[in-house]
């Protein structure tokens, strides 16, 4: 049996930099062949001294070990709190890859499954160790390896379980309604398979069955589980099910499942989550295309920082003491967040709070304001905060266009396979959850009622008599709060997104032409992500990579770090590397010129 461990990464990358090429995506295949595997991806090197610019330099080829062990992000703030703070998840660092299995009903079979289990490992760990030695000794002698494009067969839809300790089922995101009862006999194999790996002092981090991928997340009392053939890092995965983790605890506390738990090891978690397999639901529908969620940041509402300062001087509570946060939300995305002078927010927390909001329960509810108690995990896992909500504008009232819809999650799945063309239509989807209006979010911690929501009133008068709301109104309207490549004017480029680094801020321009179809967009986040994994090295790799570069048939993907941003660019597939180098060059310095308008900088505190 074996386990890796990654070592603690540096907060920048430094010289000398790597350019590495990621391994094929993969499509979903049965789920009957099981077996260990390690993943080797070529790599090649690029020498960088420059900080800001890209020098068009020559590729030395390489190749390295990429292994399954995530690590942490961690990089000063300046002692300073920041607007948003930049806590990654700190997941286990055990890794490992099961051989095949059976069904284990009784202590006979699991017992059969373990020395099953025992016997293979030790034989792959020796098998791995070979693998390593020798990829190290090859690294000068590589050729780098190109990433091929994948079909649309590569993206199935991902499957997603959660499960307690003692095997009980909580959630599935299939959408049948007896899914968990029809899961509830692969569930119980799931949890042996843990349980045999805690028994021996392990973590059981996924398996892989052909060109599928099942991660396992462990946050006892609850067990996650993702099943996904889209070829994804192993890190964005675990992301996934940390976020279902997180919305599970924004319902039901982490102290409350403790309690719970601890009196009554098989509790059915399902009667206290009833009604709120909604939440879960669409936290993976936001998952499947948020960057923003990917990279542990926010995306704020693109915008004049003038009319952006006055919004966040007419919403800074004056002697409000148990107001914690006001967030003024536009289109899904965050225009201002006003947070006490020694506090900041964690991103996860208000993309839970984002999730929350926009549910059709609160959009829709007739009367003007809604109050929801709810658990930020990061800010205090054990407690809740009241949030009040309030749409100032409608969709309607706004005016607003809404953005093409991506599909739902799940509604490619009939009975027996993915759905066809002519059925993708079926009307026993789940609506797909629209996130448009203006909303005012204030959090408090308790305090009256009363008073806060006259508070809240008081701000929305303002803002409309100020004409300030009317404004924003406008400019959404007439969609000068999105922008499109075009603008940049730079040839070739197709798509970019560009996190700040230091406010932990992403911005982005809207998808169009290529990947204005979903499935376009599904492979080219998913490049995003294999490039963003290994350039913070969040998979095992030797170490962080400064530039990674990927060309498939339909696209190259560059990927580049710095102290103060990271640049993900996709530009047409027929350029030379010194163009893609140019045009990410120029991209940062556009960000750069228009900063003030796509970031919120200098919110106000009290």
């Given at each position: 049996m074996s386990s890796s461990r990654s070592p603690s990464r540096p907060p920048t990358p430094g010289p000398p930099s790597r350019l590495a090429v990621s391994a094929t995506l993969q499509s979903r295949p049965s789920l009957s062949n099981l077996k260990v595997t390690s993943f080797n991806a070529g790599h090649s090197t690029v020498a960088t001294d420059d900080e800001h610019d890209i020098p068009p330099v020559p590729i030395a080829p390489s190749m390295a070990l990429e292994s399954s062990s995530s690590s942490v992000v961690n990089f000063d703030m300046n002692n300073e709190p920041s607007i948003i703070k930049d806590v990654e998840d700190d997941s286990d660092n055990e890794d490992m890859a099961v051989p095949g299995l059976v069904p284990a009903t009784d202590e006979e079979s699991k017992k059969s499954l373990r020395d099953t289990l025992r016997r293979?490992?030790?034989?792959?760990?020796?098998?791995?160790?070979?693998?390593?030695?020798?990829?190290?000794?090859?690294?000068?002698?590589?050729?780098?390896?190109?990433?091929?494009?994948?079909?649309?067969?590569?993206?199935?839809?991902?499957?997603?379980?959660?499960?307690?300790?003692?095997?009980?089922?909580v959630y599935t995101s299939r959408p049948e309604e007896d899914a968990l009862d029809h899961f509830t006999g692969?569930?119980?194999?799931?949890?042996?398979?843990?349980?045999?790996?805690?028994?021996?002092?392990?973590?059981?981090?996924?398996?892989?069955?052909?060109?599928?991928?099942?991660?396992?997340?462990?946050?006892?009392?609850?067990?996650?589980?993702?099943?996904?053939?889209?070829?994804?890092?192993?890190?964005?995965?675990?992301?996934?099910?940390?976020?279902?983790?997180?919305?599970?605890?924004?319902?039901?506390?982490?102290?409350?499942?403790r309690r719970i738990f601890e009196k009554r090891?098989?509790?059915?978690?399902?009667?206290?989550?009833?009604?709120?397999?909604?939440?879960?639901?669409?936290?993976?529908?936001?998952?499947?295309?948020?960057?923003?969620?990917?990279?542990?940041?926010?995306?704020?509402?693109?915008?004049?920082p003038s009319a952006r300062r006055r919004l966040g001087e007419a919403m800074l509570p004056n002697?409000?003491?148990?107001?914690?946060?006001?967030?003024?939300?536009a289109q899904g995305?965050?225009?201002?967040?006003?947070?006490?002078?020694?506090?900041?927010?964690y991103p996860s927390d208000?993309?839970?709070?984002?999730?929350?909001?926009?549910?059709?329960?609160?959009?829709?509810?007739?009367?003007?304001?809604?109050?929801v108690p709810v658990c930020l995990p990061k800010f205090n896992p054990s407690g809740f905060v009241n949030a009040y909500i309030s749409f100032l504008r409608k969709e309607e009232e706004a005016g607003a266009i809404p953005p093409p819809a991506p599909l739902p999650l799940f509604n490619r799945w009939n009975s027996t396979d993915v759905m066809t063309a002519s059925n993708k239509s079926s009307t026993s989807t789940p609506p797909v959850q629209q996130e448009t209006g203006i909303a005012l979010v204030c959090v408090s911690a308790g305090g009256s009622f009363e008073t806060i929501r006259s508070w809240c009133d008081s701000i929305s008068q303002k803002l409309i008599h100020d004409g300030v709301l009317d404004t924003l109104a406008l400019?959404?309207?007439?969609?000068?709060?999105?922008?499109?490549?075009?603008?940049?004017?730079?040839?070739?480029?197709?798509?970019?997104?560009?996190?700040?680094?230091?406010q932990v801020q992403m911005t982005m321009p809207v998808f169009e032409d290529p990947y204005d179809e979903p499935e376009d967009r599904r492979r080219l986040i998913t490049l995003y992500q294999v490039i963003h994994d290994a350039i913070h090295a969040k998979s095992g790799q030797a170490e962080p990579l400064k530039l990674q570069y990927i060309r498939t048939e339909k696209e190259?993907?560059?990927?580049?770090?710095?102290?103060?941003?990271?640049?993900?660019?996709?530009?047409?597939?027929?350029?030379?590397?010194?163009?893609?180098?140019?045009?990410?060059?120029?991209?940062?310095?556009?960000?750069?010129?228009?900063?003030?308008?796509?970031?919120?900088?200098?919110?106000?505190?009290?």
């Open positions: 293979t490992l030790s034989h792959t760990a020796s098998a791995s160790e070979n693998s390593v030695s020798l990829a190290r000794r090859r690294i000068r002698k590589a050729t780098v390896t190109e990433l091929p494009s994948p079909e649309v067969s590569a993206f199935p839809p991902r499957d997603y379980f959660v499960l307690t300790d003692a095997g009980k089922p692969p569930m119980g194999v799931m949890q042996a398979l843990i349980s045999i790996f805690i028994d021996d002092g392990d973590k059981l981090r996924y398996v892989k069955s052909g060109k599928n991928r099942i991660t396992f997340l462990l946050r006892p009392p609850l067990y996650f589980v993702c099943s996904s053939a889209w070829g994804e890092p192993e890190s964005v995965a675990r992301a996934h099910l940390e976020y279902l983790h997180l919305q599970i605890l924004s319902i039901v506390t982490g102290e409350q499942l090891s098989n509790f059915d978690l399902r009667r206290m989550l009833a009604g709120s397999e909604i939440f879960l639901t669409s936290i993976l529908q936001r998952l499947e295309f948020s960057l923003a969620m990917s990279t542990a940041s926010l995306q704020c509402l693109r915008m004049d002697k409000m003491k148990d107001i914690l946060y006001v967030i003024l939300v995305r965050v225009i201002t967040l006003i947070r006490p002078k020694r506090h900041s927010l208000v993309h839970i709070l984002l999730n929350t909001i926009h549910q059709p329960s609160i959009m829709n509810n007739p009367a003007p304001s809604t109050w400019n959404i309207r007439s969609g000068q709060t999105d922008y499109t490549v075009s603008e940049l004017g730079i040839p070739g480029l197709r798509h970019f997104f560009y996190k700040a680094r230091m190259s993907v560059m990927g580049w770090i710095t102290q103060p941003f990271e640049l993900y660019i996709a530009i047409s597939p027929r350029l030379p590397k010194s163009a893609v180098v140019g045009a990410a060059n120029s991209v940062a310095r556009w960000v750069k010129k228009e900063e003030g308008r796509l970031f919120l900088k200098d919110a106000p505190v009290f």
